[in-house]
C-alpha cells in the first residue's frame, strides 16, 4: 500500500493532521482551494485563517478548553506550538496574533520535505485513504459528493462573526484597561455603561435591520456563537447576564460596578486593533456603525472588519461516523475538524489530530488509536459518534461531556471536582500518547 495520504482542507484540523501524519513518516499531499475560490467567510489564502474569534479560550485545565489544550500540547499539537508562538495578552484566555499564527503554521507545513500543499479544489471525495478537512464552509461541489456518500442531508446552521475596530479610533477617555476578577494583566478594554446607555442600546439593537436570510428558510444558529441580536430578543437582561455581563470589573474612575460592560479583545501584539467579545452579529454594515457606536468609548469607531454571518455545515455524525473517525459508508474517508460535528478552533484541531494518526496508523499497517474516554479528546470523539442522531448538534468541549466517577461524585465544589477529572484525564491521555500515539 502506498504511504500518501490526501488531506482535503488547509484549516486548523487539515493542517495538525498533516503534520501528525507526516511525524509518522507518510508522505502527505494537502490541497487546499483558496485562493482559486474563496469561502464566504476567508480574507486570505494563508493556511488555518481564523475567520471568527482569535481566542482559543480559557487556558485554565479545569475548564474544558483548558483540558483541552493541555491534551494537544502532551501530543505534540502543531497547532497548540502555533499559538504559543503568536500568544498576545487576554487575562487567562490564549489569544493569538491571526497573522503570527498562521505564519508560523504555513511556514512549518511549506518546510516540511513530507507535506507537499496543492492549491486546487477538490469537488468529490477520492477512492485513496483520505482526511476530509473541508470545515463548515465546504464547497458546493463537496457538500454534494459527501450528501451523496452518506444518503441524508446535510445539517446545517448559520454563524456569526465579531466586528474588528480599529484601536486609535477608541475613546480612551470613556473606558478602562482591566481582566475580569483580576485575572491576568489589563488584558481588555472595558466600555461601561449605565442603565440608560444599555437601555437606549437596547431599544436601538432591537430596531435594527439584519441581513436577510435569502435562500435559506430555517435559520439554525450555533448556541456558542449567537448572533448579539438574537440572543438580544430573549430579554432585555439576556446580554448583562451574557457578553455585557459587569461582574468582576469595577469601574476605576468610579469603584463601582457598572450597569453593563462590553469588552473588546486585542488582535494582535502591537495592540492597534480589538475585537469585540461576544458580539457576532448579521445586523447591516450601516446598522452595527450606527448601533455600535452608541456604545461609550466607540462614538468614533472605526471598523476594520464588520461583523458577518455564514452558513456552517456539518455532518449528522452519530449515523456517519464510526470511532476510529472513519465515514460509514465510504471506511477510506477519515472526517476531521468541523464537519465532524464539533464547534472550536482547538476541537477542530484535536480531531484532525486523531484523523491524521489514524489515516497514516493505517497506511503503516497499524491499528487505529481510540482516545480514552475519561479525556477531552475520548469524550468529543463519544459525542459525535455515539450521541442521539435524532437530536445531534455541533459541540464544544465541555465538562458536561467527560465521565464522572464516584470519586469525582463525592466532591461538592464543582472547581475541585473539575480539577480531580482534569487530573485524571491528562493522566489517562499522558500513558495513551506514550503508549499508543508515540509507542
Same mark, same amino acid.
Given at each position: ?194 442603565? /440608560?446607555? !444599555? ?8 430596531? &435594527?435591520? %439584519?441581513? $436577510? =436570510? *435569502? ?127 464539533? /464547534?472550536? !478552533? ?8 486523531? &484523523?491524521? %494518526?489514524? $489515516? =497514516? *496508523? ?78
Amino acid at each position: 500500500m502506498s504511504k500518501l495520504l490526501t488531506i482535503i482542507g488547509g484549516g486548523l484540523a487539515g493542517c495538525e493532521a498533516a503534520w501528525q501524519a507526516a511525524k509518522q513518516g507518510v508522505s502527505v499531499k494537502l490541497y487546499e482551494m483558496r485562493p482559486n475560490r474563496m469561502s464566504e467567510a476567508h480574507k486570505t489564502d494563508m493556511l488555518a485563517e481564523l475567520v471568527c474569534s482569535n481566542s482559543l479560550r480559557s487556558k485554565d485545565v479545569s475548564t474544558g478548553p483548558g483540558l483541552l489544550k493541555a491534551e494537544l500540547e502532551a501530543a505534540d499539537s502543531l497547532i497548540m506550538a502555533a499559538a504559543k508562538e503568536s500568544e498576545v495578552q487576554a487575562g487567562s484566555a490564549l489569544a493569538v496574533d491571526r497573522n503570527i499564527f498562521s505564519a508560523y503554521i504555513e511556514n512549518l507545513i511549506l518546510q516540511n520535505p513530507l507535506i507537499t500543499v496543492v492549491r486546487e479544489e477538490t469537488e468529490s471525495l477520492p477512492d485513496k485513504i483520505a482526511v476530509l478537512a473541508t470545515g463548515p464552509l465546504t464547497s458546493q461541489p463537496m457538500t454534494q459528493s459527501i450528501q451523496a456518500a452518506i444518503g441524508a442531508e446535510h445539517l446545517h446552521f448559520y454563524d456569526a462573526i465579531a466586528p474588528i475596530i480599529d484601536a486609535e479610533s477608541i475613546d480612551s477617555s470613556k473606558v478602562f484597561l482591566a481582566s475580569r476578577y483580576g485575572k491576568g494583566g489589563d488584558d481588555y478594554v472595558n466600555c461601561p455603561m449605565t442603565k /440608560e446607555e !444599555y437601555d437606549k442600546f437596547y431599544d436601538a439593537l432591537m430596531e &435594527a435591520d %439584519t441581513v $436577510a =436570510a *435569502r435562500e435559506f428558510e430555517n435559520i439554525k444558529v450555533f448556541e456558542g456563537c449567537m448572533p448579539v441580536e438574537v440572543m438580544a430578543k430573549r430579554g432585555r437582561d439576556t446580554l448583562r447576564f451574557g457578553p455585557l455581563k459587569p461582574v468582576g470589573l469595577p469601574d476605576p474612575k468610579t469603584g463601582k460596578t457598572p450597569y453593563a460592560v462590553i469588552q473588546l479583545r486585542t488582535e494582535n501584539r502591537e495592540k492597534t486593533a480589538y475585537n469585540m467579545v461576544g458580539f457576532q452579529t448579521r445586523l447591516k454594515w450601516p446598522e452595527q456603525k450606527r448601533v455600535f457606536s452608541m456604545i461609550p468609548g466607540l462614538e468614533n469607531a472605526e471598523f476594520m472588519r464588520f461583523g458577518s454571518i455564514h452558513r456552517n455545515t456539518y455532518i449528522n455524525s452519530p449515523l456517519h461516523i464510526n470511532s476510529d473517525l472513519t465515514m460509514k459508508n465510504r471506511p477510506n474517508i477519515y472526517v476531521a475538524g468541523q464537519i465532524s460535528g464539533v /464547534e472550536g !478552533y482547538i476541537e477542530s484541531t484535536a480531531m484532525g489530530l486523531i &484523523a491524521g %494518526t489514524n $489515516a =497514516a *496508523r493505517r497506511l503503516n499497517g497499524l491499528e487505529p488509536i481510540l482516545p480514552p474516554r475519561t479525556t477531552a479528546h475520548g469524550s468529543l470523539v463519544h459525542h459525535i459518534t455515539a450521541s442521539d442522531p435524532k437530536h445531534f448538534e455541533p459541540s464544544n468541549i465541555n465538562f458536561g461531556l467527560l465521565p464522572a466517577d464516584e470519586e469525582t461524585l463525592r466532591i461538592r465544589d464543582k472547581k475541585k471536582r473539575r480539577e480531580k477529572m482534569a487530573e485524571r484525564a491528562l493522566k489517562d491521555w499522558t500513558e495513551f500518547v506514550a503508549c499508543k500515539m508515540k509507542g
